[in-house]
C-alpha cells in the first residue's frame, strides 16, 4: 500500500500521560497535514508542513501540541498532558508539490483519553 | 478565515433517486473546492473537485456545481446506489496546496 501510513490505528490513554502518532506520507509529497477528527465532524486543520518547515499552526494547537518532520519526509503529533478533550479522530494527509491542492488522507489514529 | 457552511446534516433517499448537498463559503479568494467521501472507520476520499475557473464538473454519476458569485456549491449524485451510503464533505482553499477548511459533513442513507 502506497498510500498515507499512520500508526497507530488506536491510542488509549490515561489523562495525563503523553502521546505521540506518526505519519508517512505518500513518497514524494512535500505537503503533509494534520487533522483533527471528532464524531460527526468535518476535519479540523491543525498544522502543515511543507518538506521540514511547518508552515502554518492553528489556533487549535494548544502548547500541549507539537509536531515535527525532521527529514521532511514522516512526521510525528505529540500531546503532552492528554486531557479528555482531546479525545479524537487524529487524521494525517499529504500531497503533491504546490500547485496540487489534492489531499491524500491516511486511516487515522483514534486516541480515547481515560 | 475561511467558513464553510454545509447542508443537510443527514439525507436519505431512495435507491435511484438523486441526492444534492449544498456547501457555501465565506471567502472569495477560494479558488479550490473538493469533495470527500468517508465511509463508517474509514479515511476520507476524494471523490471529486472543481477549481474556481469552472462552473461544473461531471464523473460518471456525480457532478459539482459551482457559483462563485452566491459562494456556494453543490454536490449532486444521480441514480443513488447503497454504496453510496457515507457521510460527505465539502472544503474550500484560498491557494493551491494551502489547507483546506471542511464543511460539517452530510450523512446520506440509501435506502434500497
Known amino acids: 500500500d502506497t498510500g498515507v501510513s499512520q500508526n497507530p490505528r488506536h491510542k488509549i490513554t490515561k489523562r495525563g500521560q503523553n502521546v505521540t502518532f506518526r505519519c508517512d506520507p505518500i513518497?514524494?509529497?512535500?505537503?503533509l497535514y494534520w487533522y483533527r477528527q471528532t464524531l460527526g465532524q468535518g476535519p479540523e486543520f491543525l498544522t502543515y508542513f511543507q518538506n521540514e518547515a511547518q508552515l502554518e499552526k492553528s489556533r487549535l494547537l494548544s502548547d500541549r501540541f507539537s509536531a515535527e518532520r525532521p527529514k521532511g519526509s514522516f512526521s510525528t503529533l505529540e500531546i503532552q498532558r492528554t486531557e479528555q478533550g482531546d479525545s479524537a479522530m487524529y487524521l494525517c494527509?499529504?500531497?503533491?508539490?504546490?500547485?496540487?491542492?489534492?489531499?491524500?488522507f491516511g486511516s487515522g489514529t483514534q486516541l480515547s483519553v481515560l | 478565515g475561511e467558513n464553510v457552511e454545509q447542508h443537510p446534516s443527514t439525507l436519505s433517499v431512495q435507491e435511484g433517486d438523486s441526492a444534492v448537498i449544498k456547501c457555501t463559503y465565506s471567502d472569495s479568494a477560494s479558488n479550490y473546492f473538493p469533495w470527500y467521501k468517508q465511509e463508517l472507520g474509514k479515511r476520507p476520499q476524494l471523490i471529486i473537485d472543481?477549481?474556481?475557473?469552472?462552473g461544473e464538473k461531471k464523473d460518471q454519476r456525480i457532478a459539482v456545481t459551482l457559483n462563485k458569485t452566491a459562494k456556494h456549491f453543490s454536490l449532486h449524485i444521480t441514480e443513488t446506489q447503497p454504496e453510496d451510503s457515507a457521510v460527505y464533505f465539502c472544503?474550500?482553499?484560498?491557494?493551491?496546496?494551502?489547507?483546506?477548511?471542511f464543511g460539517g459533513g452530510t450523512r446520506v442513507l440509501v435506502k434500497p
Open positions: 472543481i477549481r474556481s475557473n469552472v
Open positions: 513518497s514524494e509529497h512535500n505537503r
Open positions: 472544503a474550500a482553499t484560498l491557494a493551491a496546496g494551502n489547507k483546506l477548511t
Open positions: 494527509a499529504s500531497s503533491p508539490a504546490r500547485g496540487d491542492e489534492k489531499l491524500f
